[in-house]
């Protein structure tokens, strides 16, 4: 098992959260659409976690933003319902 980074990405704003391996939450924080990638590429870094995304309305455009910082096929797209 891996530490996860989950986020829920959203117009103007995006949740993301840090899961240790057991489930627990290491980080919680919203952080702006324009800014996320930036933020995922600097927790990636420091957690080297799985990244799963929401699959909603933004998801492939952030999937896409994302992928181009991080490498393709880095984030794992799940049903958010």
Do not use: F
């Not at 989950?6 to 939450?25: E, H, N, T, Y």
């Not at 080297?48 to 393709?72: Q, Y």
């Amino acid at each position: 098992m891996s530490t996860v980074l989950a986020i829920d990405p959203g117009r103007d704003k995006c949740g993301i959260a840090v899961l240790s391996p057991q489930g627990d939450i290491l980080l919680h924080e919203i952080v702006p659409t324009g800014a996320l990638e930036t933020r995922v590429s600097e927790l990636a870094a420091e957690y080297a976690p799985r990244i799963i995304m929401g699959d909603g309305t933004t998801s492939a455009a952030a999937k896409t933003r994302v992928e181009e910082n991080l490498g393709a096929g880095t984030v794992t797209l799940v049903d958010e319902y």
